[in-house]
């Protein structure tokens, strides 16, 4: 079936450096492209999102960038800090429905 | 508006019980979603549901597990009987159809333990 890869597992990185998750995808008729930040305890909540006639997409300190060919997205956050400590999980459309398949996840630890 | 409602926010319970976990999503959004999120297994969509119609139950991990969506504002899920394996945070998200519009809202989640 469809799947959602998503690398790493955990990610630690000093605060004030940058951060790079990566996913890959299977569908090749996916066509939208959503990360989602999970604090502890908390719901996930959508932080950017990209569509598959764009290549990057920039707000603020965090941007995607997507690679139809290849079938992989990234998320990037520069100057990290503290409060960027959370699970972030990326997502891929299921073809032309409005199923989203998730990646299993990157914890991502600022350290101070 | 509120957001999606989810309730109850934490249920304790005996395995072999009842249980029903229940959502309102966003007045207006014609797509709801339950998913069940554990540490093991990560996120899971389980059911969804288009203008109250399931669509696709395949997540739905035994007979134990059903759900309903009486209404476009109400939708149940119940798990009969419960198991310690069970025990998880389950979700439930809604969204609104719309052409390349796919964003989930999510509500808080019901913090589910079977003992």
């Known amino acids: 079936g469809e799947n959602v890869e998503q690398h790493p597992s955990t990610l630690s990185v000093q605060e004030g450096d940058s951060a790079v998750i990566k996913c890959t995808y299977s569908?090749?008729?996916?066509?939208?492209f959503p990360w989602y930040k999970q604090e502890l305890g908390k719901r996930p909540q959508l932080i950017i999102d990209?569509?598959?006639n764009v290549g990057e997409k920039k707000d603020q300190r965090i941007a995607v960038t997507l690679n139809k060919t290849a079938k992989h997205f990234s998320l990037h956050i520069t100057e990290t800090q503290p409060e960027d400590s959370a699970v972030y999980f990326c997502?891929?459309?299921?073809?032309?429905?409005?199923?989203?398949?998730w990646g299993a996840g990157t914890k991502l630890i600022i350290k101070p | 508006d509120a957001g999606v409602i989810q309730s109850p926010r934490h249920e304790v319970t005996e395995m072999g019980q009842e249980v029903t976990l229940r959502c309102k999503p966003i007045?207006?959004?014609?797509?709801l979603f339950w998913y069940r999120q554990t540490m093991m297994r990560g996120l899971e969509l389980l059911i969804y549901?288009?203008?109250?119609?399931?669509?696709?139950d395949s997540g739905m991990p035994e007979d134990r597990f059903s759900a309903k969506m009486p209404n476009a504002s109400f939708s149940t899920l119940k798990i009969q009987p419960s198991e310690p394996r069970d025990s998880a945070v389950y979700f439930c998200?809604?969204?609104?159809?719309?052409?390349?519009?796919?964003?989930?809202?999510f509500g808080p989640g019901t913090r589910l333990t079977v003992t």
């Open positions: 998200a809604s969204s609104k159809a719309g052409v390349g519009r796919y964003e989930q809202y």
């Open positions: 007045s207006g959004h014609d797509y």
């Open positions: 549901f288009n203008n109250n119609v399931p669509i696709d």
């Open positions: 569908d090749s008729a996916s066509n939208y």
């Open positions: 990209i569509r598959s």
């Open positions: 997502a891929a459309s299921i073809g032309s429905d409005y199923q989203l398949i």
